[in-house]
């Protein structure tokens, strides 16, 4: 249809009506049909995300890079729905891609730690200082990782509160990972009276560290 306003008279108020009437007769299709691109595409972005989720999860993957690599696959698959949605809109995908350069390079200075954060995830997946379901010490705070995502780590305290930590702070701070060695040694204070018999208390605690399964006794001097 024929938007041009050669010719058009201003002072008459019927053509503005006429002209409206025209662009949403002729933007309403695309409209609807943007929307169900980005809804059906959104879906399917997900479900080729979680398709591949579950394909690592059966080649049994490490749990740390299949996350990533799903969080980025999703992002990039919803980016490629959301440009496609801007083309049906009547603005050309070459023009888009040239406006979202030139906005990239205007918001580098608000972005930069975003892409920080990005670039700490990357570190952490190449340098392993922990991985999904390691008791880790960050930041003051002792939990389990339970995700690493594009821009932040999710810990789980003992009282089950869950942390995010932005990536940069999480690899920026001193790093305890207690999950690194199968073994830790666990320092216990056990206080007695003056009077009480010493020799008993050691055997007593010598026989309720031994019958632990899960501890392993050093027999020479198993209580000091």
Known sequence: ????????????????????????????????????????????????????????????????????????????????????????????????????????????GALSGTLWHFASGIVILWFRPFKIWDLVEIEWRTGTVIDISIFSTKIQTIDTTIVIIPNSQAIGWSIVNYSMKDERQIDMLVWIWYNDDIDYAREVLTKIATDNDKSIVNEDKPVK
Do not use: C, H
Request: no cysteine; glycine share 4%; aromatic share 20%.
């Open 1 to 108: 249809m024929d938007f041009s306003l050669q010719d058009f008279d201003y002072t008459d108020i019927a053509s503005y009506y006429d002209i409206l009437i025209a662009f949403w007769i002729s933007f309403i299709p695309k409209f609807v049909w943007a929307l169900l691109v980005l809804f059906i595409g959104f879906k399917v972005a997900n479900m080729i995300g979680n398709a591949v989720e579950r394909y690592f999860e059966r080649a049994q993957f490490d749990p740390t890079v299949e996350r990533f690599i799903v969080n980025i696959l999703k992002v990039v698959l919803k980016v490629m729905v959301i440009v496609a949605v801007v083309g049906i809109l009547w603005v050309q995908t070459s023009s888009f891609v040239a406006l979202f350069a030139a906005a990239g390079f205007a918001l580098w």
